[in-house]
């Protein structure tokens, strides 16, 4: 069974910073940390659920349009943990961050709710909250 767990969110004023963390465990049919896309969303109250960034297996990041270049995601194979670091942040930021993980690829496109049943691996969430 593959698990990952979000660390890392928090309360901060705009314009602040904040480095999410995403810790993998387990394997799937041999597959491990290493052979897994590794993607962040988020989804504010009332809101559809929107993809962040997604970092293949050999670390390529792409970004969804609303960053901005404001975050950048990186992964450690070591450790087996993906980071999305969040500088200039802004009140609409505002949401839970999940971490998401899957031997094909991340979903990009989904309906409004996350797509939590797609991949092989979702966590629980992480509240960022940014207040003016």
């Known amino acids: 069974e593959v698990r990952v767990v979000e660390s890392g969110g928090g309360s901060v004023r705009t314009g602040e910073s904040l480095r999410l963390a995403c810790t993998y465990s387990g394997s799937h049919g041999g597959y491990t940390f290493g052979d897994a896309e590794m993607a962040w969303y988020r989804q504010a109250p009332g809101a559809r659920c929107e993809l962040i960034s997604v970092i293949s297996t050999d670390a390529k990041p792409d970004y969804a349009d609303f960053v901005q270049g404001r975050f950048t995601i990186s992964r450690d194979n070591d450790k087996n943990t993906v980071y999305l670091q969040m500088n200039s942040l802004k009140p609409e930021d505002t949401a839970v961050y999940y971490c998401?993980?899957?031997?094909?690829?991340?979903?990009?496109?989904?309906?409004?709710?996350?797509?939590?049943?797609?991949?092989?691996?979702w966590g629980q969430g992480t509240q960022v909250t940014v207040s003016s």
């Open positions: 998401a993980a899957d031997f094909y690829k991340a979903p990009r496109t989904f309906g409004s709710k996350c797509p939590s049943q797609a991949v092989n691996a």
